[in-house]
């Protein structure tokens, strides 16, 4: 992460902890971690075909009425909640699902937030977390998609209801922020060569 992004979050993790106390922060924090998982959980149960009861939707009720719009348009689904890794690059993370987004062959990330995120740069990292992914998927020998995929898709979910924002990186968008993480990718390499302890 470049020091003004730490920085950043160290003020708002200063600000939070300000507010809350550190044992209320760290209970905020694990309580958006959960809710993220519960989301997550509901979606891919969704696009699996299961039937969810409003016991499962009701903890993350917000969120779920946020991305309620989207998921009839996903479609085709090849890969939810699956672990890649890059085999030349040495980086791993989790997919959230791979398909057809209203007919375009797509990576999906879920995301949520408190606050709407209305363009692709007020997702900080999150385009390059995303194309990350999208690189790793590509070369992972795991998976035999039916073509590779070249566009990936940011949905931002809200504790309000408020319809998720959707952010499609083309594949022009995609290639650009590939660059920008291998930049990255390679920063953390040489730092890591310069103090390995």
Same mark, same amino acid.
């Given at each position: 992460m470049p020091l003004p992004n730490r920085i950043a979050l160290e003020k708002w993790k200063a600000k939070m902890i300000?507010?809350?106390?550190?044992?209320? %922060?760290? $209970?905020?924090? &694990?309580?958006?971690?959960? /809710?993220?998982k519960l989301? =997550?959980?509901?979606? &891919?149960?969704?696009?699996?075909?299961m039937t969810l009861?409003?016991? !499962? #939707?009701q903890a993350v009720s917000g969120f779920w009425t946020s991305? /309620? =719009?989207?998921?009839?348009?996903?479609s085709e689904v090849q890969v939810l909640e699956s672990r890649i890794i890059h085999p030349y690059?040495?980086?791993?993370?989790?997919?959230?699902?791979?398909?057809?987004? $209203?007919?375009?062959?797509?990576?999906i990330e879920w995301k949520t937030s408190g606050k709407p995120k209305l363009s692709v740069k007020s997702? %900080?990292?999150?385009?390059? &977390?995303?194309v990350a992914y999208l690189g790793a998927l590509n070369f992972d020998g795991n998976y035999r998609l039916r073509q590779p995929i070249e566009s990936a898709m940011l949905v931002v979910a809200y504790d309000t209801g408020l319809p998720a924002h959707i952010h499609?990186?083309?594949?022009?968008?995609?290639? =650009?922020?590939? /660059?920008?993480?291998? #930049?990255?990718?390679? !920063? %953390?390499? #040489? &730092?890591?060569a310069a103090n390995p302890s």
């Open positions: 300000k507010e809350l106390g550190e044992e209320g %922060f760290n $209970k905020y924090r &694990q309580e958006l971690l959960d /809710r993220g989301l =997550h959980g509901c979606i &891919q149960s969704e696009l699996s075909g009861s409003s016991d !499962q #939707t991305v /309620r =719009h989207v998921i009839p348009n996903v690059l040495y980086y791993q993370g989790a997919v959230d699902c791979v398909g057809s987004y $209203k007919g375009m062959p797509i990576l997702m %900080f990292d999150d385009p390059l &977390q995303v499609i990186l083309s594949k022009g968008d995609c290639e =650009h922020y590939w /660059r920008m993480w291998c #930049t990255r990718l390679s !920063q %953390f390499w #040489t &730092q890591l």
